[in-house]
C-alpha cells in the first residue's frame, strides 16, 4: 500500500526544519547496516533558551492500514503506558494487553512521570531469536545479539531514567535495520514513529511568514497525521509538533551475498560455485587484522594451532562454522585458498575476510619468513618451560619438590597433547600485533607477558638461593625480577666453575650473588612497562627501551615493532639463565 511522502508534505520547510525533525519525518532507507531509532527520550539545554525536546515510540501498523496513521495518543507522553490496572475483583485484568492505540509496539516503555523503564518487545525478541545482556554501573543499559548468527548489538537501549524537573537520562533505543525489517516482514506491517517533538527556537522571518502574522497558530493535517503549534514565548518561538509518519516499509533489507564479487589473484567475479570448483587452486591473502574481531569477543575460538609445521589461525563459532586452513605467513599475513574460504559459514563472514584481501603484488612485499606474534609466543612459552624444567630439577636437589606445571603454569605435556587450548591466556599474548599497534595496546601486551612469567614462586625461588647460601634476611626482600637476577649470578658463578648442580648446597655466601647483571636488565625493563600501564608512566620507562637497544624514533609509525623487540629481549633474558642452569644440571 503507498504511503504518504511526509517530509514533502509537511507545512514547516527550509531553514524553519530543524534536523532533529527533520529526521523524524524521514523514512528510513534498505541499508542492513544502518541502526534505526526505534525509542527516544530526549531533553537538551532543559529549561534554557535552547531547549529541545523529543518523545518518539515506533508502532507496528499492518501494512493494511491506510496511510497516513493519525496521531496516537501515546506520541504526548513518549511511552507505551503510563498506568496500571485497577486491582479490583479477581481477573478484571484478564484482558490486559498494553498497546499503542490497538498497535503493537517494538519497544516496551512505561513510565508515571517520574519513574520510566524500557525494554524490547517481548514479540520483537522472541520471533527473531535475541539474547540480551546487561551493562550495568553508569550505563544501564541492555543490548540483545542474535547468537545464531552471530550478529552482536541488534537492539540496545537504556534500561530506565528518573523524572525530577529534569531526566536523569536521555534514552535512545536503535535496532538494526535488517532485524527491524525482518520483524516487521513476519508480521506483514510497517513501522510508524509516533512522536511529540518541542524546540525554542530564534525568531526567524520563515517562521513568521508561515504563522502569518500571528503570535499562535496551531495547525492541524487534513488527514490527521501532524498537529504544529507555534507561540511566542520570552523573545522566541516555541514549536510544537505531534505527529505519525510512516518511517520503515514492509520490506527486507536487500541480502548481503558474497556472490559476484571480485578477488585479487582470481579472474572475473566469484560465486559460491566457482569456488567450490576451483581447480586453479587460488590462493588469497588476508591481513592478518581480519583476526581482530574474532579475538575481541569471547564468542568466538581463535586459539592459534601449530600442526605440521606451520600455524593455524582459523577462527570458528561454537561448533557451527569455522573457518579452514588459515595458514600465517610472515609476521602480519594469513595465507588461505579460495575454495576454503567459500566452504559452509555466514555470508558476512566471507565478506568480512573480503575487505581484509591483499592484492598479490602488495603481499609479496612481506617477508614470508619474519616471525610473527604466534610464533614468537611459542618461543616465549618453551623458554618458561626450559626454565622449569630446570628449576624443579634443580629444586629436587635442594630439597624443594616441585613441579614444572607448579612454577610456571604450564604442562609440556598439555601443550603437546592439546596445544593452547586449556591456556587462553598465551592466545591473548599472541592476538593480532599489527605494526600500527597503539601505545595502549602495546603496554596491555606487556603487562599480560610479564603476568605470565610472574607464576613463578617466589618462596620457591628464596628457599633455593638460600640453599645455595644467600644470606635469608636479605633474599626475603627481593621480588620476583631481582630473585631472577640473583639465580643468574649464582648460575653463572657455578658454570665457570664447572660445577655441577651439587654445588648449589653451600653454606658459603656466594660472591656477588646480589650485583646488577645486565643479562637480566629487559626483564627490569619489562616490569618497568607493567607499572606503566598501571599507573600511566610511559614516558618514564621510554629510556630504558632505548638503554637496551631499541631505535624508539620507530614509534611514530606505531608499537608494533616494540612488542616484538620486548619479547625477544624478554626470551632471550630467560635463556641466558637457561644456558648455565642446564649446563650444570646436564654435568
Known amino acids: ?88 475483583n479477581k481477573g478484571l485484568s484478564a484482558e490486559f494487553a498494553p498497546s499503542m492505540s490497538g498497535y503493537d509496539y517494538i519497544v516496551a516503555s512505561w513510565g508515571d512521570g517520574s519513574h520510566y523503564t524500557y525494554a524490547l518487545a517481548e514479540k520483537v525478541w522472541m520471533a527473531l531469536g535475541l539474547s540480551p545482556r546487561c551493562l550495568g554501573n553508569e550505563q544501564q543499559r541492555i543490548v540483545y545479539d542474535d547468537l545464531g548468527i552471530p550478529e552482536f548489538a541488534v537492539a540496545e537501549g537504556e534500561i530506565a531514567r528518573e523524572y525530577h524537573y529534569k531526566s536523569s537520562r536521555n534514552v535512545t533505543w536503535r535496532m538494526s535495520n535488517a532485524h527491524l525489517r525482518k520483524y516487521l516482514w513476519m508480521r506483514g506491517a510497517r513501522g510508524v514513529r509516533s512522536f511529540y ?44 509538533v505531534w505527529a505519525s509518519v510512516d518511517a520503515v516499509s514492509c520490506e527486507m533489507c536487500p541480502e548481503r551475498s558474497a556472490d559476484n564479487i571480485v578477488w585479487f589473484g582470481v579472474e572475473g567475479p566469484v560465486t559460491h560455485a566457482s569456488a567450490n570448483a576451483d581447480r586453479d587452486h587460488h590462493v588469497i591473502y588476508l591481513d592478518d587484522r581480519f583476526l581482530d574481531r574474532y579475538e575481541q569477543s569471547s564468542f568466538y575460538d581463535t586459539t592459534p594451532v601449530f600442526a605440521h609445521g606451520q600455524w593455524l589461525c582459523s577462527p570458528s563459532y561454537r561448533g557451527q562454522w569455522s573457518f579452514s586452513d588459515c595458514r ?61 624444567d630446570n628449576l624443579s630439577r634443580l629444586g629436587a636437589i635442594v630439597g624443594e619438590d616441585k613441579s ?43 603487562k599480560s607477558l610479564h603476568e605470565i612469567w610472574q607464576k613463578l614462586p617466589n618462596g620457591f625461588l ?47 655466601v656466594p660472591e656477588g650473588w646480589n650485583e646488577p647483571n645486565e643479562r637480566l636488565s629487559a626483564l627490569f625493563v619489562a616490569y618497568d612497562l607493567r607499572i606503566a600501564d598501571a599507573h600511566e608512566t610511559f614516558a618514564l620507562a621510554l629510556p630504558r ?43
Open 197 to 240: 517533538y518541542q524546540a525554542s527556537l530564534p525568531d526567524s522571518p520563515e517562521l513568521r511568514h508561515f504563522m502569518g502574522g500571528q503570535r499562535h497558530i496551531d495547525l492541524k493535517s487534513d488527514l490527521g497525521w501532524y498537529q504544529i503549534d507555534i507561540q511566542e514565548q520570552r523573545g522566541r518561538l516555541l514549536l510544537q
Open 404 to 446: 614444572v606445571e607448579e612454577l610456571v603454569g604450564f604442562s609440556a605435556t598439555e601443550i603437546r597433547d592439546n596445544g593452547w587450548l586449556h591456556y587462553p591466556k598465551l592466545s591473548r599474548l599472541a592476538q593480532v600485533a599489527p605494526l600500527s599497534m597503539s601505545e595502549q595496546e602495546f603496554l596491555g601486551r606487556c
Open 462 to 508: 628464596k628457599r633455593i638461593l638460600q640453599a645455595a647460601g644467600c644470606p635469608k634476611g636479605e633474599t626475603d626482600k627481593l621480588g620476583s625480577v631481582k630473585l631472577l637476577q640473583a639465580l643468574l649470578n649464582v648460575a653463572e658463578k657455578l658454570d665457570v666453575q664447572d660445577e655441577d648442580a651439587n654445588a648449589f648446597n653451600s653454606s658459603d
Open 1 to 88: 500500500m503507498p504511503t504518504v511522502d511526509h517530509l514533502a508534505t509537511f507545512p514547516i520547510q527550509g531553514a524553519a526544519l530543524t534536523p532533529r525533525l527533520r529526521t523524524l519525518l524521514s523514512p528510513i532507507g534498505l541499508d542492513p547496516l544502518e541502526q534505526v531509532d526505534v525509542t527516544t527520550d530526549l531533553e537538551f539545554d532543559n529549561h534554557g533558551p535552547n531547549g529541545e525536546y523529543v518523545h518518539m515510540l515506533m508502532a507496528v501498523v499492518p501494512e493494511t492500514v491506510e496511510s497516513p496513521v493519525p496521531i496516537l495518543n501515546e506520541a504526548a507522553g513518549g511511552v507505551v503506558s503510563s498506568s496500571v490496572p485497577v486491582l479490583g
Open 545 to 587: 627501551l632505548q638503554d637496551l637497544g631499541f631505535d624508539t624514533a620507530s614509534l611514530q609509525q606505531g608499537y608494533g615493532r616494540a612488542i616484538d623487540f620486548v619479547m625477544d629481549k624478554v626470551i632471550e633474558a630467560f635463556e641466558n639463565i637457561n644456558g648455565p642452569l642446564s649446563r650444570i644440571l646436564a654435568r
Open 328 to 388: 600465517r605467513i610472515g609476521r602480519n599475513l594469513i595465507r588461505v585458498r579460495l575454495r576454503e574460504l567459500y566452504k559452509p559459514k555466514p555470508e558476512q563472514e566471507i565478506l568480512h575476510a573480503h575487505s581484509f584481501a591483499l592484492d598479490q603484488v602488495l603481499a609479496a612485499q612481506f617477508d614470508p619468513n619474519e616471525e610473527h606474534i604466534a610464533a614468537k609466543t611459542q618461543r616465549f612459552v618453551f623458554a618458561l618451560l626450559t626454565l622449569g
